[in-house]
């Protein structure tokens, strides 16, 4: 096909020659005229061709990035609700831990309660209630409980135990007992040294609590000797304090670990 410039300069060339009235030198400007613009038009061509190819490009890129932006916005939201979800799940269990605690805290000061009431026979040197990290803790003295360098209980001091144990045995605590001593060294045919006294007198005490109706699974029973003191040894009523056996209690944590381990496991999930 011949382009239309040609065709145009073509057709000016033959009139012009049929005219015979125009000179050789107009007619040779003529044709560079008509080649000019030839050559004018077949650039411009190629380049509008080259203007839609990249037009058409850019509507790809176009296209491709909203595709793209589309999915991502999607991924996000996704993601977005799992954390949402996520975050549901954790509030709910530091909210069940919570009130499992609360629970824990206003059973021990019931109970704490109820021990001082079993127990306010006895005076506050003999016998004392306190509650320290979650803990009550129920401090007797060995002159409540035994002879000195005694691990035998006394008449007084099994009493004590039975009302304790009387309230102890409404509850699923779990329960240690400890013996704890003065400095004063102690040796005798039972008793070679202070840990050997703190460890029978608790269990003296522990053997003693299962007979009036503890399970003897909840009961841990254990001796410190002399290395736990609560005043200064050096004086009389220093050692005087430091001679007792500590009736711990604990609440179960059976249930409070369960929920810490399912929220720790429910975090590791949403990873």
């Known amino acids: 096909m011949i382009p239309l410039s040609r065709v145009t300069a073509m ?11 125009v000179s050789s030198k107009k007619y040779n400007e003529l044709l560079g005229t008509s080649e000019r613009s030839e050559r004018r038009y077949e650039s411009l061509l190629e380049e509008h061709g080259k203007l839609q190819q990249h037009h058409e490009a850019m509507k790809l890129d176009k296209l491709t ?3 793209a932006n589309s999915e991502v916005l999607a991924r996000k939201q996704r993601e977005l609700a799992e954390k949402e979800l996520a975050l549901a799940d954790q509030e709910k269990a530091l909210e069940d831990l919570r009130a499992l605690q609360q629970a824990q805290r206003d059973a021990m000061a019931a109970l704490r309660q109820e021990v001082c009431s079993a127990l306010k026979c006895f005076s506050p040197d003999e016998l004392q209630v306190d509650v320290r ?4 803790y129920v401090s007797m003295s060995d002159k409540l409980l035994f002879p000195s360098g005694s691990d035998a209980l006394n008449e007084r001091g099994a009493m004590a135990i039975e009302m304790l144990s009387a309230v102890l045995s409404n509850s699923d605590l779990e329960i240690v007992v400890e013996g704890h001593t003065d400095n004063v060294p102690i040796h005798s045919e039972r008793n070679r040294d202070n840990w050997d ?3 029978h007198r608790a269990t003296t005490v522990t053997r003693h609590m299962m007979d009036n109706g503890i399970q003897p699974e909840r009961i841990i029973a254990g001796g410190r000797g002399e290395h736990r003191p609560v005043a200064d040894n050096s004086v009389a009523d220093g050692r ?6 500590e009736i711990v ?3 179960k944590l059976d249930r409070l670990w369960k929920l810490t381990e399912d929220n720790s496991n429910g975090r590791t999930a949403s990873r």
């Open 11 to 21: 057709m000016i060339v033959v009139g012009l020659q049929m005219s015979s009235c």
């Open 240 to 245: 005087k304090l430091n001679r007792r056996t």
């Open 197 to 199: 006294l703190s460890v």
């Open 65 to 67: 990035l909203e595709q």
């Open 133 to 136: 990290e979650g803990k009550l």
């Open 249 to 251: 209690l604990a609440p």
